[in-house]
Every structure is written in C-alpha cells, then in structure tokens.
C-alpha cells in the first residue's frame, strides 16, 4: 500500500505484424490492459521501448502522442466511451472533425460506417437512446472511420450479453480484414480470444505463453 | 481540427450550459458596462472643460506681447528687447504650424446713433486672416482690405448702445445693418465734465461710419467691441494723438508697433510647442491652452478613478469567466479525455476552451456596450441637474463614448476572457487522456 512500488509489467517483450490479430488474454491484474494502453502511448513505461512503424513512443512528449494518437490509433472501450451530448452520427465524424475534415465529407463518411455496423436507422439517436450492444456498434464505427493502422479494443464486450458479444466480435474482426489493419483486443473470455490469429497469455505482468492459432493464420495469407 | 469546427463547437458547449453561460456573460456585461459608463463621464468632463474654455476665445490662438525684461535680473542684461512690429509678424509667420498672424491694435471710442450712443473698444485687425481666426459673420459681411471707415460689429453690440439722456434703461432701437452711426475716439463723449474748462476740451474728430456686418454668437472673445481693418486704426490713432496733441513719448510704442499680435496654430496639440517657441524668442505669449491643460489633467484624475472603480467589477467578472470554465472542465474531465484519445490533438483542447472562455468575454463585451450606451442615454437625458452642478451648462454631454471606445472594450473584453480561460486551458489540456477516461 502506499508507497510500494507495484510491477504492472515487467520484462515484457513483443512484437506484433501487420494486420496481425492479437488477443491479450489474463485474469484481472495480469497487466494485458496497461500493456494496450501503453502499445497505444496513452501511459508511458518507466523502463523499455514501444515502437510502432518505426516510431518511438516512450520518447514522444504529450503533444506529439495525441497527433500519432490521430493519425494512427483507432479505439473501443468497454464502457463504449462515447460523447452523451452527441448524437451517433457526430460522435463517429467528432474523429474526422479533429482530423480537419470538412463537415459535408465526414457526416457522409461517419454514415456510411453506422450503416456498415447495422445502424444505418440510429444516425441521430443519442447514446441514452441505445442499446449496450448499438453504442458498441458506435463506439467501432467511430474507431474504423478515420481508417487508422491499428485498432485497439479493451474489453470491447465486457458489458455485452452472449449473442452481442458475437455480433460484436464478428464486426470488429470483418472490418479489420476488409481494411487491412492491425487489431489488438484485450479480453479475459477465452472465446472471443478464437477470433485471434496469436494468443498471448498474461499473469502478473510477464507473458506466460504466446499461442498461435494457425487456422486463423492461413485465412491471411 | 479547422477553426470553424472550434467555432461551432465552443457555441455549442456554452449553449448547452445556457444559464451558466448567462451568469458569467451577464458579469462581463455589468463589468464592461460600468468600466465604459465611468469612463465616458471622464470623457464628458473633459469635454466640457474644453466647450467652456473654447467660448472664452479660440483654443489655437495664441496672444503674443510685449516681452517685458527686467534689467537687474541675471541674464536679461543688455539683452534687446523685441517689439511687437512688422518683422515680428513676418518671423511668427515662419514658424512651423503657424496657420495666420494678424497684428492687433486697440483704442476705445463712441459709436452714437441716433439719440444713442455706445462706448466701444475699436481693434484694428488684419482683414486678409479673419476667416483663419475664426471670425464668422453673421449678418453682412467680414471685412476686407480696402474698406475705409468701415466697422464690423460683435455679435451682442446691439445691447450696448444706450440712450444718456433716459432715466430707465431701455432695449435700445439701433439696426445696425442700416442705421447711419457716427465714431468718435472721444473717451467721455456723452458726459459733459464740469472739472475741464472748455479751452482744454479736445476737438476729436467725428468720422461717418459704414457697417460691414454683425459677428455671429457663440464667441465671447468676438461678442463685444468693433473690429476695422489695422491700417484705418493706425490712421486714427494719428488724429486723435493729434487732436489730443501729444507725441507719443519715447520708449513708447510708437505707430511701427502693435499692441498684440495674435497667433493662429494649426492644431490644439501644436500650440503649447509654437507658444514656447515664442516665449523663447523673448515675447509673452498666453493661450487658452495654459487653462485647458490643468483642467484636462483635473479630468484625467477624475477619469482614471472613476476607470479603477469599474476596473474592480471587470476583474470580478474575469474570475467569474475563470470560475465558469474551471467547473466545465471538470463536468467535461470524460469529455476531454475521450475526446483526446479518439484523436484531439492537445492544441485542439486549448483552442476549444480559450474559445469558449473569449467568446463569453465577447458576448459580454457586445452587451455591455449596448447597455452602455443606454446609461448614458440616460445619464445626459435625466441628468442635466447633475451637469449644472459642474457648471458645464445643459448643452455639454454628461457622458461621452468615443467610437474608439467602443472597439477598444471589444478587443479587450475578448482579451479578458482569454485571459481568464487560460488556466482552465491548460487544466484540461494537460489532463491524462486515460486518467479522465477513467472518471466517472
């Protein structure tokens, strides 16, 4: 307590392709969410290097993270995270907005992934006006729209019942493939961790295994 | 993230706090307000030190004579003194700024008309620079220089003319456009004085005069007395010197000189720099100026106190605009960090809240310039017993707002609120995009 020092990671080392599926797995306090959140430069490490497509992010200083933030990073989180103010349509294109994307070009984007995700009739509905699963719907149109590098996704059906969580998964996982991009999701279900091309097993904040699914593998390639 | 966005959205954020946005603009709007109104009292006040001066006689004319100096002080020794003549006129004429010179010289005399009669001083003017010093007629027309025997009368000399031999005063019947009047330089025409014996009594001449035209109001300096070109008033000044039979002593000013030379400058702010210039040339000269300089730094005083008191309720409404958006960073800390980490760049964060924290400063800004406006309205409508007790008269503002003002309190108002959304800025903007994701 207190002052003690505690390890969140320790000795990790790990290094993830291009349009790779990764799936970060591990009991709550194995460390898989702040290694997402530090392979996304939104917490530094004290020790170490993350390199991402040749850039270093623990030397990065706040301002140039929030601009690779923007032109590379895509996110879900678990609690959704979307704007309660803003409808969906202006939550997805609020991304294009910050990218400077003029207003007639981004509304018509951020439509044309709501309707990707199944929400084409909810564009001007507010997240209380949604379901857990349709702000998740949301929450991935909006991670998806600036067409980023890589997705990261916390717990992306941690509030989520059975059947949404597959939707769900089947949503995230189709438009990375149809986009080409690199997706890590952390989980603590064993099931959705299927979906993923490796595996890596977390536990006290070292990597207990990696596995790699090889049926998931030759799909790629 | 284009500025236009940063427009919408600001607009949009204070919107949906609509009350609260209220609130603060409205303490912007009574802090700009009373920071204006107090300074356009200042502005009346000056303003009306300046109409009162300027009726005494024009703010650009500077008075020169005769420099007096005393032999037995240090410096002034066989030091030559400068007289008031031609080569004077011609080397202020000179001078950078000077506008016009006209040399004056004055004698008195009587006007009768009739069974009236007025005791006038006659000033003998240059007649080529009257429009220059601000003569201006009002009735027939100024003089020019070819005109002999001809007057040109102050705006109130009507009023002057009196009947001798009335026990009661009455409004004199003179029309002094058509009346046929007659001058004498003749000091006590009129009254016979039993202590000279009539061997001794003067012969002065009586001269038929014509009117040129009457002054117009609103000049004290031009309301009493008759103005003839220089040259008739040299003339006369001969005859009477002459009639009265004496020669002027010597060390006297004899006819080379003039008894004044006036001094038109181009502008207010030139004339305490031709004055000293004048005064360095070793002449006296005296200009309505001097006056008006104490009085303005009065005003100043008085404004600059009258500013502070406003400035105190522009500094509250500033920590009010501070206040305001220090709360909104907190109800917005899961905002900001959603926002920061779907791609906000951390310039677009403190653009986003400087924004908003100017645009409340505007918004007051505007309205309290509006609401100023209305004060004042008010203060010189329903104030004018307030402007007596100054002594400024009905007619001069009570409050005045210069346009410059105006845009002035806009500029600033923005500036304060800029000010006041700086810290709050850079709160939210050096928020940790995971720790306020985190908040709930």
Redesign the interface.
Same mark, same amino acid.
């Given at each position: 307590m207190g002052d003690e020092k505690i390890k969140a990671l320790d000795d990790v080392s790990l290094s993830i392709d291009k349009r790779e599926f990764i799936c970060l797995i591990g009991t709550s306090g194995s460390g898989k969410s702040t290694l997402l !959140?530090m392979m996304a430069g =939104?917490?530094k490490p004290t020790k170490g290097q993350i390199i991402i497509n040749g850039h270093h992010l623990e030397k990065m200083n706040? #301002?140039q993270l929030?601009?690779f #933030?923007?032109l590379n990073?895509? @996110?879900v @989180?678990q609690s959704y !995270? =979307?704007?309660p103010?803003l409808t969906a349509l202006e939550n997805v294109s =609020?991304?294009l907005? @910050?990218?400077?994307v003029? *207003?007639a070009s981004r509304e018509k984007a951020a439509a044309k992934m709501l309707k990707n995700v199944g929400l084409g009739d909810r564009l001007h509905h507010k997240p209380s006006e949604m379901s857990g699963g349709q702000q998740q719907r949301v929450s991935i149109a *909006?991670a998806f729209v600036?067409n980023p590098r890589i997705v990261f996704a916390d717990e992306p059906t941690g509030n989520l019942d059975t059947r949404t969580t597959f939707e769900v998964m089947d949503l995230i996982t189709g438009m990375a493939k149809e986009f080409n991009q690199t997706l890590v999701i952390v989980t603590h279900d064993v099931e959705i961790s299927d979906y993923a091309h490796r595996i890596v097993h977390l536990r006290d904040g070292n990597i207990e295994k990696i596995e790699t699914q090889e049926i998931h593998k030759e799909e790629t390639e | 993230m284009n500025n236009l966005d940063i427009f919408f959205m600001g607009i949009k954020n204070l919107w949906r706090r609509k009350l609260r946005t209220f609130l603060t603009v409205l303490g912007v709007i009574i802090g700009a307000s009373s920071i204006i109104v107090m300074l356009s009292l200042g502005f009346g006040l000056s303003q009306a030190f300046e109409d009162q001066i300027s009726q005494w006689g024009s703010l650009t004319t500077i008075n020169v004579q005769q420099g007096w100096s005393d032999p037995s002080m240090p410096g002034n020794d066989g030091r030559e003194d400068v007289k008031l003549d031609d080569t004077a006129v011609v080397s202020f004429k000179t001078l950078a700024h000077v506008v016009a010179v006209s040399p004056t010289l004055e004698t008195y005399g009587s006007i009768i008309n009739g069974r009236y009669v007025a005791g006038v001083p006659i000033r003998g003017i240059d007649p080529g620079v009257m429009e220059e010093f601000g003569f201006e007629i009002g009735e027939g027309r100024l003089l020019s220089s070819g005109d002999e025997l001809t007057v040109l009368f102050g705006s109130d000399m009507a009023q002057n003319f009196y009947d001798p031999k009335a026990r009661v005063w009455r409004e004199p019947k003179v029309d002094l456009m058509k009346d046929r009047m007659t001058l004498t330089l003749d000091p006590n025409y009129g009254w016979d004085d039993p202590n000279i014996p009539p061997s001794e009594k003067v012969n002065y001449k009586e001269y038929k005069i014509k009117t040129a035209g009457i002054l117009a109001g609103g000049n004290w300096e031009h309301s009493y007395g008759v103005y003839m070109p220089i040259t008739e008033v040299q003339k006369l000044i001969k005859e009477k010197e002459k009639a009265e039979n004496i020669r002027p002593a010597p060390g006297q000013m004899d006819s080379s000189q003039y008894q004044r030379i006036d001094v038109k400058v181009d502008d207010m702010k030139n004339v305490k720099d031709v004055q000293d210039t004048i005064k360095s040339m070793g002449y006296e000269a005296y200009s309505l100026n001097d006056q008006l300089e104490s009085m303005k730094e009065t005003a100043g005083i008085i404004q600059l106190v009258l500013g502070g008191i406003g400035a105190i309720s522009l500094l509250v409404a500033a920590i009010g605009i501070t206040n305001t958006m220090v709360m909104s960073i907190y109800e917005r800390t899961r905002e900001i960090g959603i926002m920061k980490v779907i791609g906000a760049t951390i310039n677009d964060i403190k653009k986003l809240f400087l924004f908003e924290s100017a645009l409340i400063g505007l918004l007051g800004g505007i309205i309290g310039i509006g609401v100023s406006y209305l004060l004042s309205f008010g203060i010189n409508h329903f104030g004018s017993a307030f402007g007596n007790m100054f002594g400024t008269g009905g007619e001069t503002k009570i409050s005045i707002i210069p346009i410059w003002l105006v845009f002035a309190a806009l500029v600033f108002s923005a500036l304060i609120g800029i000010v006041s959304g700086y810290y709050p800025a850079r709160r939210a903007m050096n928020l940790s995009a995971i720790d306020a994701i985190r908040t709930e």
């Open positions: !959140n =939104l917490e706040e #301002r929030t601009k #933030r923007q990073v895509g @996110f @989180f !995270n =979307l704007i103010t =609020l991304v907005t @910050f990218k400077g003029p *207003r *909006r600036s | -």
